[in-house]
């Protein structure tokens, strides 16, 4: 029974739910909770991937992933594309500790005091048992587009990781190479990947 609850839960459209950035991500924040509680691994894992695809604007990450430069290399779209599809497998891999490391603890949003990041985004803190985050929402898609603990952005670090294989790749060669391709193979080869696609 609680695997069928669980399922629904989970195939619920996220964002028919949610009319607001706070309430997308506490809707977010509960499916995340009852993934918390699946004892077996690999149905947490796939719903933690449910989730990923439908509470994380993958474009929109994926863009500050790989930055102006490099989203927009037009001679690298196959490996651009690949790299969109795998947002939700980066978001699950760096999530998955812990989730698992606070299995079973109570997950809450904090909305008193939300957080303005630019123009269409806001931070609302989020609490895992004793983990603070800051989870980073867009306005306009309502969707998860960055997480923060203690003031660091997980995108951001993620991003300046990415540039490193990026640049290298494109000094290989500046006017054929494709960095993004590169980064994508580096990424999949990773045995610790948890692939959600």
Known sequence: MRSILFSLLLS???AVRATTPAEALKAAVDQLSAVAQEPDQSKRVSGLCTLANGAVDANAVAQDLLG??????SRDAAGIASF????????VTD???LVSSELGEKYWVDTTAPQARGNDRVGYPVYFGDTKLVFVMSKTSLKVVDAEWNNISMVQKKHDDYQKTLQAELAKDPNNS???????????????????N
């Open 12 to 14: 619920l459209p996220f």
């Open 68 to 73: 102006s430069t490099f989203a927009n290399l």
């Open 84 to 91: 969109d599809a795998l947002v939700p497998s980066i978001m």
């Open 95 to 97: 999530f998955y500790s």
């Open 178 to 196: 494709l960095p993004v391709t590169a980064l994508v193979n580096q990424i999949q080869s990773n045995g610790s990947l948890m692939r959600c």
